[in-house]
């Protein structure tokens, strides 16, 4: 076959050709173009985004959750011959007032007194480990102790300044770093203070004041040796745990009075924080 009979048969093949290939295009189109959905089977997918949509989620939305209660430390037994006085929590500092035979001592957690290791400090407990077990030291309120309420107005009400004879003091300043000084290093105001209970048939009436630093913030505010401390804001005292009620909330207060018992005179001492 020579060259000009191929190309003659190839462009016959082509003619011929044509029209079945354009059918077939355009059947092709029609179908794409108007056959229902209905009658389409999609190829099978897994939606892979809808927990890693969860997660997601999780991470950046703010969702508050409600914190678990701090569960507190079981003990074993308690302690007897020492008396928890009072309790001052705080994020670093937190520590205890505990009284026995020996007298007032401060705690902070780790502390160690008469064997037992101070491991923990709750608003009206503290936790004690020896030897491997847990003790419990409790405060416990005294039936004469004075109640919030119609009692602490009658206190209130019972010292207001005493009559015009008394003594009088201007009040004293002092900055919220020193009090910070003194919450930080509680054993810094037995330097420069030392107080005793005063009881009657169990009660006590007061704390006695026995000896005070010359030139100590305590000596500038008033405060003599002798004296007796009768009442805070005119709230009677009648434990140490009173006191620490507002040792406690001391960061939120702008100023105290005391009121003290001197030569059979009630003295009202003003303090002011700033």
């Known amino acids: 076959m020579n060259l000009q009979s191929g190309n003659l048969l190839r462009t016959i093949v082509l003619y011929l050709l044509m029209p079945f290939a354009a059918v077939k295009l355009l059947y092709s189109i029609a179908g794409y173009l108007y056959l229902a959905k209905d009658d389409v089977t999609p190829p099978a997918t897994r939606n892979l985004s809808y927990h ?16 678990a209660p701090v569960k507190q430390i079981e003990a074993n037994d308690r302690i007897k011959d020492i008396t928890l006085k009072g309790t001052y929590l705080d994020d670093v500092n937190s520590f205890i007032v505990i009284e026995d035979q020996l007298g007032t ?50 206190t209130a009400s019972r010292y207001t300044g005493g009559t015009g004879g008394e003594e009088s003091f201007a009040p004293v300043s002092v900055t919220h770093e020193e009090v910070q000084s003194y919450i930080k290093n509680p054993n810094k105001i037995w330097r420069n203070i030392r107080i005793q209970e005063m009881r009657k048939n169990g009660q006590i009436e007061g704390f006695r004041v026995n000896y005070v630093k010359k030139g100590s913030f305590f000596d500038q505010a008033g405060l003599k040796s002798g004296d007796v401390i009768k009442a805070i804001d005119g709230s009677e005292i009648r434990t140490l745990s009173d006191v620490m009620r507002y040792y406690n909330n001391i960061n939120n207060l702008d100023g105290l009075t005391l ?16």
């Open 259 to 274: 009121t003290v018992m001197r030569g059979g005179q009630e003295i009202d001492l003003e303090f002011n924080i700033n």
């Open 52 to 67: 890693y949509s969860l997660d997601l989620a999780s991470k950046i939305l703010p969702f508050k959750t409600k914190s």
């Open 105 to 154: 001592t401060f705690l902070y957690k780790g502390d160690r007194y008469m064997g037992y290791v101070l491991k923990e400090i709750y608003d009206n407990r503290a936790v004690f480990e020896k030897n491997g077990k847990h003790y419990d030291l409790v405060i416990e309120e005294k039936s004469g102790k004075s109640k919030k309420g119609a009692a602490r107005s009658e």
